[in-house]
């Protein structure tokens, strides 16, 4: 709760914040899911290392641009806009954001992979901690640049 007030204090739009707020979860899903697969330990060391800023950065980028740009062309057309022109201009303001919103996210990734290469004590301390970021990030990324901007065009007018 206290994520999506924040959310919408800088949004200022609650539907934008809900949508947001929704990679939290899903990439949390994402994560355990990877967890369970991989047999990666849940300690507090690799769940505490999990940031919800970073996780939902990308999201708010990508909603950003699109609130963004449907109100200048709902301005630019003044009426409302058709669930074909809100979905012409997501499409453009989601291609317009995303490779930006990638290099980010791969940058904060390969900034773990060193992790990896750790052995022994080291390596059974915080390879569960790496991972645990890096499935995070892939899965918010890849919320980010699918979920979110159907969510956006979909429920925000």
Same mark, same amino acid.
Do not use: K
């Given at each position: 709760i206290l994520? @999506?007030?924040i959310l919408f204090l800088f949004l200022g739009n609650i539907r934008a914040a809900v949508i947001t707020a929704t990679v939290i979860p899903l990439s949390m899903l994402f994560t355990f899911t990877g967890m369970v697969n991989y047999k990666v330990s849940a300690? !507090?060391?690799s !769940?505490? =290392?999990l940031d919800f800023g970073i996780i939902i950065d990308g999201a708010v980028v990508i909603v950003e641009n699109c609130v963004r740009r449907l109100a200048h062309a709902q301005a630019h057309h003044g009426r409302p806009l058709t669930r074909a022109e809100r979905f012409h201009e997501?499409? !453009?303001a989601s291609k317009e954001s995303r490779r930006a919103l990638l290099f980010g996210q791969l940058i @904060?990734?390969?900034v773990y !992979?060193? $992790?990896f290469a750790l052995t022994g004590v080291e390596g059974k301390m915080f390879h569960p901690m790496a991972f645990t970021v890096v499935a995070a990030l892939v899965g918010a990324m890849t919320l980010s640049v699918t979920f $979110?901007? =159907?969510a956006v065009a979909l429920f925000i007018g």
């Open positions: 994520v @999506i007030v300690n !507090l060391m !769940l505490g =290392a997501v499409f !453009l @904060i990734m390969v !992979l060193p $992790i $979110i901007p =159907a």
